[in-house]
């Protein structure tokens, strides 16, 4: 299959977790390298499957922080919870509060840096990229749950490529705010990024993307209820768009939840089951968890 190329400003903005025109800032800076060579046009097309890329040190053009910004990964201690683990890859369960990647803020204790750690510590021989550390997909930061790591670069690049084929099946569990109308809601609803803002709405406009999410009821409660959902498409903050479209808003969303006063907690979203075909030796893997804590004392106070 042919690996579609994109953008590297794009790419950077989805690796990094920053508004694509922080992205572009790195650009024009001349901050970015492509395979050793110092790019400075945004539109310029790679692969981010084989092409290396790096990001170096700048000072922050914004009055408000002055920060130096610094992409490379920094091993951070910290506990990480391994599901799953075979001599290619490894499942992990993220806590809620945990960001996936450092953006520009230069975070220091995202998975990134727990998982260099944990390949620093246990002599893993990994050859995996250095911003990327082997991360096959992302959670947002207040969602909970598995999340597939490679411990090689055939491994990443297979792994990613299912992802993009729509050849994992995901499961998340969540809360939502009143009745679900069916047993089962499906939503198709094309999603696109609002201007000037990391958040996302459903929408009409020709260069929204493709999302298709379906609910399904597992209990309902007087006020709220817990939901199973599975997506067909993995685009940014897909379930909690969604939820709010078909005006169930998820509990405790920061963003898109119904109040804007939420608990240190984050949304109550878990990524809980992962299965897929291992692409190196073909076993299939199925990995699932319980229920974070913080879900059964909701239910337990509220339900």
Do not use: W
Request: net charge positive; with cysteine; glycine share 4%.
């Amino acid at each position: 299959m042919e690996i579609q190329k994109i953008r590297i400003d794009m790419h950077l903005a989805k690796i990094s977790n920053i508004p694509r025109t922080e992205a572009q800032k790195l650009i024009s800076n001349g901050c970015v390298k492509v395979n050793n060579k110092v790019i400075n046009k945004n539109n310029q097309l790679i692969n981010p499957l084989v092409d290396k890329i790096e990001i170096n040190k700048i000072h922050s053009k914004n009055e408000n922080t002055k920060k130096e910004i610094n992409f490379s990964i920094e091993p951070f201690n910290s506990n990480l919870e391994i599901v799953y683990e075979d001599e290619y890859l490894f499942v992990v369960n993220k806590d809620s509060g945990i960001m996936v990647h450092p953006t520009t803020f230069n975070e220091t204790n995202t998975l990134a840096n727990i998982i260099k750690y944990h390949i620093s510590k246990n002599n893993i021989n990994s050859k995996i990229d250095d911003i990327r550390m082997g991360i096959c997909h992302r959670l947002d930061k207040d969602t909970s749950g598995l999340i597939v790591v490679a411990k090689d670069d055939l491994t990443y690049q297979k792994m990613v490529n299912l992802f993009k084929d729509n050849k994992v099946e995901k499961t998340y569990t969540a809360l939502l705010f009143g009745n679900l109308e069916s047993k089962q809601l499906d939503v198709d609803a094309p999603i696109k990024r609002i201007d000037g803002t990391n958040k996302r709405e459903v929408s009409t406009d020709s260069d929204a993307k493709d999302s298709f999410s379906s609910f399904t009821l597992l209990k309902q409660y007087e006020k709220f209820c817990l939901v199973e959902v599975k997506i067909k498409t993995g685009r940014t903050h897909q379930i909690r768009v969604h939820a709010k479209y078909i005006k169930h808003n998820v509990i405790n969303d920061p963003i898109y939840g119904i109040s804007k006063n939420t608990t240190k907690y984050g949304q109550y979203l878990v990524a809980n089951k992962i299965k897929f075909i291992n692409p190196i030796n073909n076993k299939l893997i199925s990995v699932s968890i319980d229920l974070p804590k913080e879900f059964n004392d909701y239910i337990k106070k509220n339900g």
